[in-house]
């Protein structure tokens, strides 16, 4: 039943994104771009609530994070939950958005600012994530989201989203020959509304310096 809530979420978001992408992809109103070079470091900080499933059992929880950004490509992002049933952790990992680069450099954008921004936003995650129990537990952690942009100046503040993600820890212990007597796995699923500040990096003048010959 919760794997069955969690597809149909998961196929419902790849569909809207699906649809926005057909429906703007006749209109030109960007440049691919959108200022990833003229702010080129970026610090998103976000909070909202979310769901946290371990043992089948629900448990609604807060989010909070911070992502540091190069280009929109890629960063590190240290999130942390807490729960009043199901405990709270820390995450450090890495942050990974493949489908920037991807199409800008094949000519591929729907050339519709929301609908660009929303799938370059599609984020995949990978890190390790302290579980604040006591213990000193820590697992592994894999996520993936994407952001929904609500306004976005080209200023210091680059705007304001709205971000939908997921993330699963496995802290089963290794070491142990047979399956643990507790699960120690558990999902969450969760909404932050984000404030992104832009720093200038001058990414475009890291290029070296071309000559002609003559």
């Known amino acids: ?60 929880s807060i989010v909070g994070e911070a992502r540091f950004l190069v280009a929109d490509v890629a960063g590190l992002v240290l999130s942390g939950r807490w729960g009043p049933d199901s405990g709270q952790h820390l995450f450090l990992g890495v942050d990974l958005r493949p489908l920037f680069p991807a199409l800008f450099f094949l000519y591929k954008q729907t050339w519709n600012e929301f609908a660009d921004l929303m799938l370059q936003s599609i984020y995949f995650e990978l890190g390790v994530a302290f579980l604040l129990d006591g213990h000193q537990s820590t697992g592994l952690g894999v996520g993936f989201g994407f952001g929904i942009p609500i306004y976005r ?36 699923l969760y909404l932050t509304f984000v404030v992104r500040l832009g720093f200038k990096a001058n990414i475009g003048r890291w290029e070296p310096t071309r000559y002609r010959h003559r």
Request: charged share 20%.
């Open 1 to 60: 039943m919760i794997w069955d809530t969690r597809l149909r979420v998961i196929v419902g978001s790849i569909l809207v994104l699906s649809t926005l992408s057909a429906s703007a992809s006749a209109q030109r109103g960007g440049d691919g771009l959108y200022g990833r070079w003229d702010r080129g470091l970026t610090l998103a900080l976000g909070a909202g609530p979310g769901a946290t499933w371990i043992s089948g059992k629900a448990d609604i």
């Open 153 to 188: 100046p080209l200023t210091t503040l680059r705007g304001l989203w709205f971000r939908i993600g997921t993330r699963y820890i496995n802290a089963n212990p290794s070491y142990r020959n047979t399956e643990p007597n507790v699960d120690r796995s558990e999902w969450t």
